[in-house]
């Protein structure tokens, strides 16, 4: 089974900068022929598409809340993908999870099209 592992998060003031990390574990898991996404669900509401990098790693997507102050990043030589998040926001407080799709013809901002989820990491942005 694929694992994808989530570390980084924490609590943070407003105005800071945390960097999530996502490992995928699996000799066996082609990290990189699978695009690669971070969505996040804070409390009471649904789970929203935060960032997408594309397995080759030149294209990305980010959902407009976030635009300017997160950046997606993956190294396939070690099987992670990144997100730097700068500028926290009260309103950026979530649990923060990766995932991984295979077929780049799935919408990348739609949490169905994901194949693989990873447990979690909670941001809390917070005076």
């Known amino acids: 089974q694929v694992q994808l592992v989530e570390s980084g998060g924490g609590l943070v003031q407003p105005g800071a900068s945390l960097r999530l990390s996502c490992a995928a574990s699996r000799f066996t898991f082609r990290f990189s022929q699978y695009n690669m996404g971070w969505f996040r669900q804070a409390p009471g509401k649904e789970r929203e598409f935060v960032a997408t990098?594309?397995?080759?790693?030149?294209?990305?997507y980010y959902a407009d809340s976030v635009k300017g102050r997160f950046t997606i990043s993956r190294d396939n030589a070690k099987s992670t993908v990144y997100l730097q998040m700068n500028s926290l926001k009260p309103e950026d407080t979530a649990n923060y999870y990766c995932?991984?799709?295979?077929?780049?013809?799935?919408?990348?901002?739609?949490?169905?099209?994901?194949?693989?989820w990873g447990q979690g990491t909670q941001v809390t942005v917070s005076s």
């Open positions: 990098i594309l397995k080759e790693g030149v294209w990305t």
């Open positions: 995932a991984a799709y295979y077929n780049s013809d799935r919408a990348y901002d739609i949490g169905t099209s994901y194949d693989y």
